[in-house]
Nanobody, 124 residues
């Protein structure tokens, strides 16, 4: 199983960017997939997840949208109104175990499969 993240880059404050994560070797159409990020010098943090419902970190709610194309086994994160504090390496994660609580969607330890990350830099 591989998760391949792409689409990162340099964008100005207020701009938009869409990152993608292509899954191969396994279908997660019935499982959960999510995005985490690691800002420079900080720990990895939850961004958004999709499964039985969608979940967002408070810091991105209203600006970011998670979606997926199950036919293509691809996860997306549409990021709008980007801020310098959104600068980070963005990682996609997936797991096909059943999940019923918010914690199971928002904690990194609850995901078994991880992509390699894509860097998003927001300039001020």
């Amino acid at each position: 199983v591989q998760l391949q993240a792409s689409g990162g880059g340099l964008v100005q404050t207020g701009g938009s960017l869409r990152v993608s994560c292509a899954a191969s070797g396994h279908s997660f159409s019935r499982g959960r997939m999510g995005w985490f990020r690691q800002p420079p010098g900080k720990e990895r943090e939850f961004v958004a997840a999709d499964g039985r419902g969608t979940y967002y970190a408070d810091s991105v709610k209203g600006r970011f949208t998670i979606s997926r194309d199950n036919a293509k086994s691809t996860l997306f994160l549409e990021m709008n109104d980007l801020k310098p504090e959104d600068t980070a390496v963005y990682y996609c994660a997936a797991d096909d175990r059943s999940a019923w609580t918010r914690a199971q969607y928002t904690q990194a330890s609850q995901y078994y499969y991880w992509g390699q990350g894509t860097l998003v830099t927001v300039s001020s």
